[in-house]
């Protein structure tokens, strides 16, 4: 299983960016897909998932209603939308997989068994 993050680039607060995560090497439509991200000097923590089979969405607090997770089964591929940036989101953004995640656990990292590489995004205020 590969996971390839792309899309992270500097952005001017209030602005938009894309991220895009491209999966191979799994049945992509019945995997659970999420986000994490990682500032300077701080823990992961979790943004976002989507589950598998046209399953439900989970936000942290942070992002709801600002960043969307839509997923595209016929390229293998989820995307991070963020809107409505804050300097507060500049971080590494991680994308991770799992094949069965129950939704309580969706927020805990160390449930995703399969991760991308990373990808810097950096809003500047």
């Known amino acids: 299983v590969q996971l390839q993050a792309s899309g992270g680039g500097l952005v001017q607060a209030g602005g938009s960016l894309r991220l895009s995560c491209a999966a191979s090497?799994?049945?992509?439509?019945?995997?659970?897909l999420g986000w994490f991200r990682q500032a300077p000097g701080k823990e992961r923590d979790f943004v976002g998932a989507?589950?598998?089979?046209?399953?439900?969405?989970a936000y942290a607090d942070s992002v709801k209603g600002r960043f969307t997770i839509p997923r595209d089964n016929a390229k293998s591929t989820v995307y991070l939308q963020m809107n409505l940036l804050k300097p507060e989101d500049t971080a590494v953004y991680y994308c991770?997989?799992?094949?069965?995640?129950?939704?309580?656990?969706?927020?805990?990292?160390?449930?995703?068994?399969?991760w991308g590489q990373g990808t810097q995004v950096t809003v500047s205020s």
């Open positions: 991770a997989a799992d094949r069965s995640i129950i939704l309580s656990s969706i927020r805990d990292e160390k449930q995703y068994d399969y």
């Open positions: 090497g799994l049945s992509f439509r019945s995997y659970t």
């Open positions: 989507i589950r598998g089979n046209g399953g439900s969405t």
